[in-house]
């Protein structure tokens, strides 16, 4: 049942229906030229979706899960190979390294950037078995860049240049030339996601082209023509009706972007009276606000964190979120006999709170009182700016 007061944590709806008429024509332009997969809108968006992103070859395929599987069988990995990533992340990433037959390695995060830490990445590199490392995948993770140039300077002074780098960008769509930052860089568009398909949707930008058209090929069952197949390949294929809606909100991204960094500003200047209960999530320009998550302080494991939780939910009707509150080396496939004290420490502590375009600033101070009256605290005695009403 949906309550008329509940603030979701997202509302599509809200970016959707501005634009409803435009995804309509696009929709309809598709039905009558009955191309369906892959056709001339998912080649225009190929482009167009790489161009944004900073440059490189676009491929489309079914799911940012697939795109990250397809990375990786691009680039050779496979049984005998491992693959490192950080676990407080979803299960898609090291699920994708384990369709390939490789072993996952974790990496902890840094509690900075919440992605993968280089100085933990320097331990792994002095482990046994760290000769069979063949790819590090970086989470761009909630939209705030992970530290690439310094995985890179770690591969390194390690001199393990052999290294590849797979950029996981699901949550940072438009953050500025992210696909420079990697080899190879993987998006999801779920309906939730800042460019997010009217379905499933994946899709992964290389800098060589000859990755980009194994990647065309795997994707495709292998095909090295039309009665030709050169590998075990999988059928992800993409729709163009898919394509031809995202075409449209790609129009949209850059402003919805920034009105998501005006939701942050926000929350940053309303929440930072209240530093001794929690962290704020660190800016960087490039963030693309996928979510802001801050990091409620108390208590050593989950308990404050589940109670303000279930209370902003079920007292404030406000849609807060956990990501993700089980790291994914507690999760039965995927465990792992390294320490990983900062991913542990995030599940128990991060809570999501609602940011998307189209929200208002009266909904950022509607979820802040929320949450300063979860914690009881009392709401700081400064006057907090005057903007109110839609944010733009
Ligand atoms: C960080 C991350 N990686 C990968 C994925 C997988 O994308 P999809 O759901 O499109 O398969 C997601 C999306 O949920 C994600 O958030």
Same mark, same amino acid.
């Given at each position: 049942?949906?309550?008329?007061?509940?603030?979701?944590?997202?509302?599509?709806?809200?970016?959707?229906?501005?634009? &409803?008429? @435009?995804? *309509?024509?696009?929709? #309809?332009? $598709?039905?009558? =030229?009955?191309?369906?997969?892959?056709? !001339? %809108?998912?080649?225009?968006?190929?482009?167009?979706?790489?161009?944004?992103?900073?440059?490189?070859?676009?491929?489309?395929?079914?799911?940012?899960?697939?795109?990250?599987?397809?990375?990786?069988? &691009?680039? @050779?990995? *496979?049984?005998?190979? #491992?693959? $490192?990533?950080? =676990?407080?992340?979803?299960?898609?990433? !090291? %699920?994708?390294?384990?369709?390939?037959?490789?072993?996952?390695?974790?990496?902890?995060?840094?509690?900075?950037?919440?992605?993968?830490?280089?100085?933990?990445?320097?331990?792994?590199?002095?482990?046994?078995?760290?000769?069979?490392?063949?790819?590090?995948?970086?989470?761009?993770?909630?939209?705030?860049?992970?530290?690439?140039?310094?995985?890179?300077?770690?591969?390194?002074?390690?001199?393990?240049?052999?290294?590849?780098?797979?950029?996981?960008?699901?949550?940072?769509?438009?953050?500025?030339?992210?696909?420079?930052?990697?080899?190879?860089?993987?998006?999801?568009?779920?309906?939730?996601?800042?460019?997010?398909?009217?379905?499933?949707?994946?899709?992964?930008?290389?800098?060589?082209?000859?990755?980009?058209?194994?990647?065309?090929?795997?994707?495709?069952?292998?095909?090295?023509?039309?009665?030709?197949?050169?590998?075990?390949?999988?059928?992800?294929?993409?729709?163009?009706?898919?394509?031809?809606?995202?075409?449209?909100?790609?129009?949209?991204?850059?402003?919805?972007?920034?009105?998501?960094?005006?939701?942050?500003?926000?929350?940053?200047?309303?929440?930072?009276?209240?530093?001794?209960?929690?962290?704020?999530?660190?800016?960087?320009?490039?963030?693309?606000?996928?979510?802001?998550?801050?990091?409620?302080?108390?208590?050593?494991?989950?308990?404050?964190?589940?109670?303000?939780?279930?209370?902003?939910?079920?007292?404030?009707?406000?849609?807060?979120?956990?990501?993700?509150?089980?790291?994914?080396?507690?999760?039965?496939?995927?465990?792992?006999?390294?320490?990983?004290?900062?991913?542990?420490?995030?599940?128990?502590?991060?809570?999501?709170?609602?940011?998307?375009?189209?929200?208002?600033?009266?909904?950022?101070?509607?979820?802040?009182?929320?949450?300063?009256?979860?914690?009881?605290?009392?709401?700081?005695?400064?006057?907090?700016?005057?903007?109110?009403?839609?944010?733009?």
């Amino acid at each position: 049942m949906t309550r008329p007061d509940f603030l979701p944590l997202v509302d599509l709806r809200r970016m959707h229906d501005p634009i &409803a008429k @435009d995804l *309509g024509e696009a929709f #309809a332009r $598709v039905v009558a =030229s009955s191309r369906y997969l892959l056709g !001339p %809108e998912t080649e225009a968006f190929e482009a167009e979706f790489a161009r944004h992103e900073g440059g490189g070859t676009g491929v489309c395929c079914g799911s940012g899960s697939d795109a990250l599987y397809l990375a990786l069988r &691009a680039l @050779d990995v *496979g049984p005998g190979d #491992a693959v $490192v990533t950080v =676990s407080n992340s979803f299960v898609a990433t !090291p %699920e994708s390294i384990a369709r390939t037959g490789a072993r996952v390695v974790f990496c902890d995060a840094h509690p900075a950037t919440r992605s993968l830490d280089p100085a933990d990445l320097a331990r792994i590199l002095d482990e046994p078995g760290a000769d069979a490392i063949k790819a590090v995948i970086p989470i761009h993770l909630y939209g705030r860049r992970a530290d690439c140039a310094g995985i890179r300077e770690v591969l390194e002074s390690a001199e393990r240049n052999d290294i590849w780098l797979i950029g996981d960008a699901a949550q940072s769509h438009a953050s500025p030339d992210v696909s420079q930052d990697t080899d190879l860089t993987c998006y999801s568009f779920y309906p939730g996601k800042n460019l997010g398909a009217l379905g499933d949707g994946g899709f992964v930008i290389s800098k060589t082209k000859r990755h980009a058209n194994r990647i065309r090929s795997l994707r495709n069952h292998g095909r090295a023509g039309k009665h030709r197949v050169s590998e075990v390949g999988v059928n992800s294929r993409f729709d163009d009706i898919q394509a031809a809606c995202l075409r449209v909100k790609l129009k949209h991204l850059r402003q919805w972007t920034q009105q998501r960094r005006a939701i942050a500003d926000a929350y940053r200047e309303r929440l930072s009276a209240h530093s001794h209960v929690m962290k704020l999530p660190a800016d960087d320009p490039r963030h693309v606000y996928h979510l802001f998550v801050v990091e409620l302080t108390l208590g050593t494991d989950a308990s404050v964190r589940d109670r303000v939780f279930n209370q902003m939910i079920d007292e404030h009707q406000v849609g807060v979120g956990l990501h993700y509150p089980v790291p994914c080396h507690q999760m039965a496939p995927y465990p792992t006999e390294r320490a990983l004290p900062v991913a542990e420490h995030l599940s128990n502590h991060v809570l999501s709170l609602p940011c998307f375009p189209g929200m208002t600033y009266d909904e950022v101070d509607r979820t802040v009182s929320a949450l300063e009256r979860s914690l009881s605290l009392r709401p700081p005695g400064i006057t907090r700016s005057t903007s109110t009403g839609a944010v733009t």
